[in-house]
């Protein structure tokens, strides 16, 4: 029974050590002013001429198309925010700010990731017929990036649950702090990839969409406070409340991108 004459604490705010996407991708270079948003430039998903084609054998239509590196796709940015309130005799307003930048730090991957789901589910290619399970799940992305990245290094994405499954098959090892499948391809498992179908599929019981992609860029700018009390102090309640609010932007080149329908193990209670 509460007396009022308890002390407050607060627990300890820890950050994830590995699997995060913003610790995997790599962010957009200082330089560049991405908050209007991004064209990619991309590499293209076709390899080489072999070296012992004759060139005259193909006709320059052929060439242009072999070589095609399709259209340079457009990234939106998008904002993330958190809010917490409290009455002034309560706290006050740097006690709020502090609270919300340490959730800022541990949890804005996770909004980051789930915006990237939400473009894969719009842009990538459907690699499967139905579901794969665990023993197969890694070696199809491994084939999905052969045939769209010919030898480079690429991107899994999945849940924290699908991780766990392909952690016990043994398809994936912990390398220098980071999951890589066989083949050397990081594996990201962010709070934020939920395993949602991509456009015009449908999600069965027991299943979830993993995803491939060749790198990923991600912008993340500096989050902002409220500063005034103007900003922050609603004086008809005597309520304090810190935003924190920050823009991001997240881009890969859609024709690297495959969409691996994925059927957990069946479940059952106490196993």
């Not at 293209?44 to 001429?49: D, H, L, Q, R």
Request: aromatic share 8%; proline share 5%; net charge negative.
């Amino acid at each position: 029974m509460a007396t009022g004459m308890e002390a407050t604490i607060e627990l300890p705010l820890r950050k994830r050590t590995r699997g995060l996407l913003i610790d995997t991708a790599d962010p957009i270079p200082n330089s560049v002013r991405w908050m209007a948003g991004v064209t990619l430039r991309p590499w293209g998903c076709s390899g080489f001429v072999p070296s012992d084609a004759d060139y005259c054998d193909y006709d320059a239509a052929e060439l242009d198309d072999f070589f095609d590196v399709g259209t340079n796709p457009v990234f939106d940015v998008f904002d993330i925010y958190n809010t917490e309130s409290c009455t002034t005799l309560d706290s006050d307003i740097t006690v709020l700010n502090g609270r919300v930048e340490a959730r800022w730090g541990v949890m804005v991957s996770e909004q980051v990731a789930a915006r990237l789901n939400v473009e894969l589910a719009a842009r990538a290619a459907v690699a499967t017929t139905g579901p794969v399970n665990t023993s197969i799940l890694v070696a199809k992305a491994e084939e999905q990036l052969a045939l769209t990245l010919h030898g480079g290094v690429g991107m899994v994405h999945m849940s924290p649950a699908a991780l766990s499954m392909v952690v016990a098959e043994g398809s994936v090892d912990l390398m220098e702090g980071q999951w890589r499948t066989p083949g050397g391809h990081l594996v990201v498992a962010d709070a934020g990839h939920t395993g949602v179908q991509p456009t015009g599929e449908t999600l069965l019981d027991g299943t979830e969409w993993v995803y491939t992609t060749g790198a990923v860029l991600y912008g993340l700018g500096e989050p902002r406070l409220p500063t005034k009390a103007t900003e922050y102090l609603d004086r008809d309640t005597n309520t304090n409340t810190a935003r924190i609010i920050g823009t991001s932007v997240v881009a890969f080149d859609p024709c690297s991108a495959s969409a691996i329908e994925y059927g957990f193990p069946d479940y059952t209670e106490g196993s």
